[in-house]
C-alpha cells in the first residue's frame, strides 16, 4: 500500500498575517481545511473576531506579497518591506 504524502500537512493551527487588511483584520489562524481535487483550500478565522471567517487556496498563502507566515506587528512588516 502506498501512502500518499499530504500537501500541507501542517495547515491546521498555523497562524498568518495579511500583508494589508483583509476584512478589517490582519492576523489570521487556520482552523480547517478541505481537498478539492488537487487544491488544498484552509479556512482563516480572524485572531480577534471569531465571525470573520473565509476560505482561501492554501497556495495563496505561500505568496509573500499577500501573506507572511506568523503573527507580526505593524513595525515588522514595514521593517519587512525596505
Known sequence: MIVKKQKHPHLIGSKWTAQSSTFGWRHFRVVNRKNEGSLVFAELVAACDETVRFWVNAKALKNR????PGWQSLL????SIE
Do not use: D, F, S, V
Open 76 to 79: 515588522e512588516q514595514a521593517q
Open 65 to 68: 506579497g499577500l501573506w507572511k
